[in-house]
C-alpha cells in the first residue's frame, strides 16, 4: 500500500533495537515487582505446607499477567529511552539524519512496536487478567465472601424487598434476612410488612434465591410483631430479578480486573439500571480506562524517544528521571481520578482520559524543546 512506508534497514534496525531494550525494561520491572513481597509469600506458603511446589509455581504463573499490564508501557518508555540516548551518544542519530530521515520517519518502527505492545496489553487486561485470578482462586480454594444488601424497587422507585445476605460464597448464602415492605408508605418511613430470617440460602440459575430454615415474622401497621412462624423453604426474587441481585452481588465481592470487558460492560449497564449511582459511575471509569490504559503505551513511547534525544553535552540523565518521575505520577494519581469519577466529581470519559491528555501535552512541549 502506497500509504504505508517502505521498510528500510534503518527501520529494521531501530525496531530491533528498541524491542531487545522493551524487551528486558518489561524483565526488570516485572522480576523487581515479584522479588520483594510477593514472592516471600509464597514461599512462606510452601514452607508452611499451605501450597505444593506445583501449586505455587502456578500461583506465581497467574499472578503474572496483572504485572504485565503495567510493565508493558513502562516497558516501552524506558525501552525507547534507552535505546534512542545510545543512539544519540555514538552518534548514529546524525547518521539517520544524514541519510534522510526525519524523526517522525525515524519514530515509525518505534510506534509500529508499540501499537503490537499496544494490542497485547489490551488482551491481557481484558482476557488473561480475569481468567488468571479465576484459575488462581479455584487453586487456592479461596472464592470471595463477603456482606451484601440487595433493594427491590417497584415502577415508582419505592422499596418492595431489601434483602440482607450476611455471608455468601460461590451460589451459597448464609444468615439471609429479607425486609418485606407494605404498600403502605408514610412520609419518614416505609412501613413493614413482614421479616424473614434465613440461616441459608441458594441460588438457582435464572429461575430463584431458594431460602430454608425460614423464621416469619409478621408486622402491624402499628409495628408490633404479630406472629412468629417456622417456614422449610421459600423463594425469592424469582426469574430475572434473581439473576440479576446475584450479578451485582457476585460483581460486588470482586475486583473489576477480575471482569472481562463484555461482562464489564453488562455489569456498568446493570448498576445504571439499578440506580446505584456511585458504584455506576466508578465502574463507568474502569470501563473506559480499560480502552485508554492500552494507548498509553503508544505516548508512552514516543515520549521516550523524545526524551532519547540528545545533544552531545546535554545531560541525558535528565531523560531518566523525567521518565521515572511520569510513570510514578501516572500510576499513584489513578486512584485519586477513580475517587473523582465515583463521587461523581468529575466525568468518569474526564476522569479517564485526563491521563492521555496529559502525556500529549508531555509529548509537545518535548517536541518543541528538542527543536527537532
Known amino acids: 500500500m502506497k500509504f504505508l512506508p517502505k521498510v ?4 529494521k534496525y531501530i525496531f530491533s533495537q528498541v524491542f531487545m531494550a522493551t524487551f528486558v525494561a518489561i524483565l526488570l520491572f516485572t522480576v523487581v515487582w515479584v ?10 506458603d510452601t514452607l508452611s505446607g499451605e501450597y505444593t511446589v506445583k501449586t505455587a509455581l502456578l500461583v506465581l504463573l497467574y499472578e503474572l499477567p496483572k504485572i504485565l499490564s503495567k510493565a508493558f508501557p513502562v516497558g516501552l518508555l524506558l525501552g525507547s529511552l534507552f535505546t534512542f540516548d545510545k543512539l544519540s551518544k555514538d552518534s548514529e542519530v546524525t547518521i539517520f539524519r544524514a541519510a534522510g530521515l526525519s524523526f517522525g520517519r525515524i519514530l515509525v518502527p518505534v510506534i509500529f ?11 491481557t487486561t481484558d ?21 451484601y444488601i440487595y433493594t427491590q424497587k417497584d415502577e415508582h422507585n419505592a422499596p418492595k424487598t431489601a434483602i440482607i445476605v450476611s455471608e455468601f460464597s460461590k451460589n451459597t448464602m448464609n444468615d439471609v434476612i429479607v425486609l418485606d415492605f407494605s404498600k403502605k408508605i408514610y412520609s419518614d418511613v416505609h412501613q413493614l410488612s413482614n421479616i424473614y430470617s434465613a440461616q441459608k440460602g441458594e441460588y438457582i440459575p435464572n429461575k430463584c434465591w431458594r431460602l430454608s430454615n425460614i423464621i416469619q415474622y409478621d408486622i402491624s401497621n402499628d409495628g408490633i410483631f404479630t406472629a412468629i412462624n417456622r417456614k422449610g423453604t ?10 440479576r441481585a446475584y450479578t451485582l452481588m457476585s460483581y460486588s465481592a470482586i475486583k473489576e480486573r477480575e471482569i472481562s470487558n463484555k461482562d464489564l460492560h453488562k455489569y456498568v449497564k446493570l448498576l445504571k439500571e439499578e440506580q446505584l449511582e456511585e458504584e455506576y459511575l466508578g465502574m463507568l471509569n ?3 480506562q480499560r480502552f485508554f490504559h492500552p494507548l498509553v503505551c503508544i505516548l508512552l513511547a514516543i515520549m521516550g524517544t523524545l526524551l532519547g534525544f540528545s545533544k552531545p553535552r546535554e545531560q541525558r540523565a535528565i531523560g531518566f ?11 499513584i494519581t489513578l486512584p485519586f481520578f477513580d475517587l473523582l469519577a465515583e463521587k461523581g ?5 474526564i476522569t479517564a482520559i485526563f491521563p492521555i491528555l496529559a502525556f500529549l501535552v508531555c509529548i509537545i512541549i518535548f517536541y518543541k524543546s528538542k527543536d527537532l
Open 8 to 11: 528500510t534497514i534503518y527501520d
Open 321 to 331: 528521571v523525567i521518565a521515572i518521575g511520569s510513570i510514578f505520577v501516572y500510576y
Open 127 to 147: 482476557r488473561l487478567i480475569p481468567y488468571a485470578e479465576y484459575q488462581g482462586r479455584v487453586i487456592t480454594h479461596s472464592y470471595p465472601s463477603t456482606q
Open 113 to 123: 512496536l508499540s501499537i503490537l505492545v499496544t494490542i497485547l496489553c489490551f488482551y
Open 35 to 44: 522479588a520483594p513481597e510477593m514472592l516471600l509469600n509464597i514461599i512462606k
Open 286 to 288: 474502569k470501563y473506559l
Open 345 to 349: 466529581i468529575l466525568p468518569p470519559l
Open 234 to 243: 421459600m423463594n425469592i426474587l424469582n426469574g430475572a430479578a434473581s439473576e
